[in-house]
């Protein structure tokens, strides 16, 4: 994830997140803000809910939104998405951002002109008439004062704030005034933009700047941000098989597939599974089979090597004092959980489960509801999504243990392969 947005109303994480998704973005919206983050986004919009709020409660919400993702070593972009009319906890939310993130300068251009919202001498004008002549000026939660945009922000923070006029912004000057702005933080810089055009100027000049920024802005800012500060060449991820099956149907399946294709394949000892150890086999096979998806390689975990596997099964029962039945479920159910810690570790970019006990506890391990059918891979062999899942609309291709043909682990690869190459 490169781009994070915090919205403080939910049509206003929408009609910004829409401007990005548009361009090919994964964009995920939450209304929650301390979501579970998606290893998938490429941008992650949390609407806080904070407009109609208190100003200290408004910072708070933005504050908590925002430090999880500041924390890491490569944060995201910042996008403070606001009302182009400037309702609700303007000032504190973006100081609020630019403390969460270490940001020494906040760039302000919520300007939509294609909305009839432009910026002009540092004054908000909707449709050619001043802000505080504009029904907003009277809005029952969050009425304006002014419409000089300054004077709007300046009451809810101490934060110095500057103004770039579109002289700067058309004049060649622009990217020079910002690199000098970001040297004399922490400030805000309120900058003119009447045109789609000036917001394109401003968005390629930021992405000049050495320091941190924030972004602050609403529909037609995020509109003009150029597709490379937030997307990511897309890329084949590698696909996390999981065979429980004990079938000699699926162990000839990986071995015709291995021939053809770069699998990393982890022999998993079943016995291990079972004993009072576990969890240190568990994390053991997790942190083998994350390296293997690391270099892009997809990754077996497989319970049975060889026909003789087979003939274990009586043995751990009498050893371990398990029926069959209980054997199964036991193994099953600690493959699901290291299904999870892979899948928490790792990018995959599909699942293939086979044996109907070992997909049930995987489902059961991240959290699915259930299982949406889109399509079959083969006869019998359905390729779908997790319902409601930790994986969200990952291809999760299913098959029972005795099911398919020689090829059928290859040709799932494959499929999975040419879903991420119309991408």
């Known amino acids: 994830m490169r781009l994070i947005v915090i919205a403080d109303d939910f049509t206003g994480a929408n009609d910004t997140g829409v401007q990005l998704a548009k ?3 994964r964009t995920d919206v939450v209304l929650n803000e301390l979501p579970q983050a998606t290893n998938r ?91 505080v002549e504009t029904e907003f000026a009277s809005d029952p939660k969050t009425p304006i004062i002014s419409s000089h945009i300054k004077t709007l922000i300046g009451l809810q923070t101490v934060y110095p704030i500057e103004e770039l006029d579109l002289h700067t912004v058309r004049g060649g000057m622009l990217e020079a005034a910002l690199q000098r702005l970001s040297l004399a933080g922490p400030l805000i810089v309120v900058v003119d933009a009447e045109t789609d055009s000036d917001l394109a100027l401003l968005a390629q000049a930021t992405l000049q700047l050495s320091n941190r920024y924030v972004l602050v802005g609403a529909a037609g800012l995020a509109n003009a941000l150029p597709a490379s500060s937030y997307l ?78 087979r003939q274990m099964v009586e043995t751990l029962c009498e050893k371990y004092g398990l029926s069959r039945q209980m054997l199964g479920d036991k193994i099953s159910q600690t493959l699901g959980v290291i299904t999870l810690a892979i899948i928490n570790q790792a990018q995959i970019g599909g699942l293939f489960l086979t044996g109907g006990d070992i ?55 494959y499929f999975i392969e040419e879903m991420y190459s119309g991408k």
Request: net charge neutral; aromatic share 4%.
């Open 23 to 25: 361009k090919g973005a």
């Open 41 to 131: 986004a490429d941008v992650l919009v949390i609407n806080t809910e904070s407009r109609a709020l208190n100003t200290a409660m408004a910072k708070a919400k933005v504050s908590e939104a925002l430090r999880p993702y500041c924390q890491h070593e490569l944060p995201p972009l910042v996008y403070k998405k606001i009302d182009s009319t400037f309702r609700g906890n303007v000032g504190a939310e973006i100081e609020a951002a630019m403390q969460a993130c270490g940001a020494q300068l906040a760039i302000v251009a919520a300007a939509i002109p294609a909305a009839g919202r432009v910026t002009l001498n540092g004054e908000c004008r909707v449709h050619g008439v001043l802000l």
């Open 232 to 309: 990511t060449a897309r890329q084949r991820l590698p696909v996390l098989v999981v065979a429980g099956s004990m079938s000699e149907a699926t162990r000839q399946q990986i071995i015709f597939a291995a021939e053809e294709k770069s699998l990393g394949i982890l022999d998993v000892d079943v016995e291990a599974l079972l004993r009072p150890d576990r969890e240190a086999v568990i994390e053991a096979i997790a942190r083998q089979a994350v390296t293997v998806l690391r270099d892009r390689q997809h990754c077996v975990l497989r319970t049975c090597r060889d026909a003789d596997a």
């Open 359 to 413: 997909a049930i506890a995987v489902a059961r391990s991240l959290g699915a509801e259930g299982y949406r059918i889109t399509s079959e891979v083969a006869p019998c062999v359905p390729c779908g999504t997790f319902v409601n899942s930790e994986i969200d609309d990952l291809p999760v291709i299913t098959k029972a243990g005795g099911f398919g043909g020689p090829s059928t682990l290859r040709d799932a690869l």
